[in-house]
């Protein structure tokens, strides 16, 4: 049986990933290390509570002491480090945590598994490290250039103090990979939608705010540009890239899905007016002020983990967003229980007043 520790596990993706992972796989076990920040919630994992594959501890990455002894308890044969400040409207207002999370928390991990793994003699036996990254490491692409993608040669050139700390994190990751040899991949995916994102992220505000009939905030001219993937579709592939991925190797994801924000918007609208209230119309947009040094343009080119791994996306953006709002329709107690508390005075000092 393999152990597999994973960060960050209570949150959107994660929770999705452990979820299709207990059901792909019978014979893992999994130990899910999360804070339970604003952004975890252990109701993603209702489905699993009562499985005893999943073990849940709560613990920050960056405490040393707990992460050492989660690995000396468990002896995890893998490590899927998806724990991190996630939100890049947050990084620009409180830069400090991204750092701290992202940065000191992955080289808190990365110690640990390096001191768990490694043999007398230098050498790892097939343990992994596996970073989960961002697109947004590589800056920006040019609306004027369609046919450029980021490829894992690009080089990084982070923006925003959000992926300034995957970007230094990512750099962390290699430097182990180098000088210690410790086995790692990193993947770098495009944006994810699907059930379980915190409503601060585009797809699941706009249609929670459609639903209440209010204002549609859509940062600047709404012509930037996200390359979507619906999230199983990233859980996949980063199953993959543990168990097949080359050691040593990043790993892009992304299955050419780029949409500019404000077509996002409207598919909503659309969706929801037919599915739920004509009173949901185009009326609710509102263009507000432009993100501070907003990237362009995400463009993800899969071409490596696809012809090496065989990875293509499976669900289809019309398939896959259909989904997400039927979710977010069927889960709008969720949507009101995470959104109580810390995250409305959040939401209010954002919006209110623009
Ligand atoms: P999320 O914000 O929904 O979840 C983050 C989780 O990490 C939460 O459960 C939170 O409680 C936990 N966490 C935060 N700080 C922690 C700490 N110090 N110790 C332990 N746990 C902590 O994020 P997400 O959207 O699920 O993203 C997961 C990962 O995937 C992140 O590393 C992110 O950079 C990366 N990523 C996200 C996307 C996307 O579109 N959402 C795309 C590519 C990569
Ligand atoms: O590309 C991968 C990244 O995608 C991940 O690394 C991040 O963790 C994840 O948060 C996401 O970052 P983005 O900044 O691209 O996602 P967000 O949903 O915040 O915004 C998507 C686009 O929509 C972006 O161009 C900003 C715009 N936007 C966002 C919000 C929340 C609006 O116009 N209005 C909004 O209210």
């Known amino acids: 049986m393999k152990t597999y520790l994973v960060t960050g596990g209570a949150g959107f993706i994660g929770s999705n990933f ?11 076990r999994i130990i899910n290390v999360d804070k339970l920040t604003y952004a975890g919630n252990l109701e993603n994992l209702t489905s699993v509570k009562d499985d005893s594959r999943h073990i849940f501890a709560q613990a920050d990455i960056c405490d040393a002491d707990a992460i050492g002894e989660l690995f000396a308890t468990y002896e995890p044969d893998y490590v899927v480090n998806f724990a991190a400040e996630s939100h890049v409207d947050r990084s620009i207002d409180s830069p400090e945590i991204f750092a701290h999370t992202n940065i000191t928390g992955t080289l808190t991990l990365l110690n640990a598994a390096r001191e768990a793994w490694q043999t007398a003699d230098g050498s790892y036996g097939t ?11 590589y800056g920006s692409l040019s609306l004027d250039e369609p046919g ?16 300034a700390s995957k970007a230094s994190a990512d750099l962390f990751v290699c430097a182990y990979s180098s000088t210690y ?3 790692i991949n990193i993947t770098r995916c495009s944006n994810n939608y699907g059930p379980f994102q915190f409503p601060e992220k585009l797809i699941p505000l706009m249609i929670h705010n459609a639903l209440q009939l209010r204002a549609l905030p859509v940062y600047g001219d709404g012509l930037n540009v996200r390359d979507w993937l619906y999230v199983i579709d990233h859980c996949k592939a980063i199953d993959l890239v543990l ?6 190797e990043v790993y892009n994801i992304g ?5 500019p924000n404000i077509a996002i918007v409207k598919t909503i609208i659309s969706q929801l007016a037919n599915q739920v209230d004509s009173a949901i119309t185009e009326e609710l947009i509102q263009y507000v002020s432009d993100r501070k040094g907003h990237d362009r343009r995400y463009g993800i080119d899969p071409q490596k983990i696809t012809e090496e791994l065989g ?20 889960n709008e107690e969720w949507v009101g229980r995470v959104t109580s508390g810390a995250y409305q005075d959040y939401y209010k000092n954002m919006y209110e007043g623009r």
């Open 243 to 248: 168990h097949k991925g080359t050691t040593g």
């Open 255 to 259: 299955g050419h899905n780029e949409h």
């Open 311 to 330: 990875w293509v996306p499976e669900t289809s953006f019309e398939e896959g967003i259909a989904q997400t709002i039927e979710w977010y329709l069927s």
């Open 148 to 163: 450029i993608f980021f490829t894992e040669s690009t080089p990084l050139d982070p923006h925003s103090p959000y992926s």
């Open 127 to 137: 343990c992994k490290f596996l970073q989960v990254s961002t697109d947004e490491v």
């Open 181 to 183: 040899q410790l086995p």
């Open 18 to 28: 452990i979820l299709y992972m207990l059901k792909r796989y019978s014979n893992i």
